[in-house]
Nanobody, 125 residues
Framework: QVQLAESGGGLVQAGESLKLSCVHS????????VGWFRQASGKEREFVGA???????SLAESVEDRFAISRDNAKNTVYLQMNRLKPEDTANYYC???????????????????WGQGTQVTVSS
């Protein structure tokens, strides 16, 4: 019931910044948290951060000093600002909506019901 689409990925050098966008749409009047995940080649999907409808943010400890999440409900868009990027940040980045899943699973992939197609971020040294 929720459609999401990520954009803003690309190739950058280590130390540079990149801002990803996630445009989402659900049933009229619906409100739901949105999470960001990433998956590197050959690895499991990893939690990056999440944001509630009222803009409460949670970030993984591995990125909390470099990344930030915000949202503009009027534009149905969630953003992921990534600073001081490292080669290990290279991955396909996904946004997802927690429409039915319980809040206790906010930092797990199984806590989200709908997913975008992903946008690739590649960081070179």
């Amino acid at each position: 019931q929720v459609q999401l689409a990520e954009s803003g990925g690309g190739l950058v050098q280590a130390g540079e910044s990149l801002k990803l966008s996630c445009v989402h749409s659900g049933p009229t009047g619906s409100r739901y948290p949105v999470g960001w995940f990433r998956q590197a080649s050959g690895k499991e999907r990893e939690f990056v951060g999440a944001i509630t409808w009222t803009s409460s943010v949670s970030l993984a400890e591995s990125v909390e000093d470099r990344f930030a999440i915000s949202r503009d409900n009027a534009k149905n868009t969630v953003y992921l600002q990534m600073n001081r990027l490292k080669p290990e940040d290279t991955a396909n980045y996904y946004c997802a909506a927690a429409f039915f899943a319980p809040p206790s699973l906010f930092n797990q992939a199984r806590g989200y019901d709908y997913w975008g197609q992903g946008t690739q971020v590649t960081v070179s040294s």
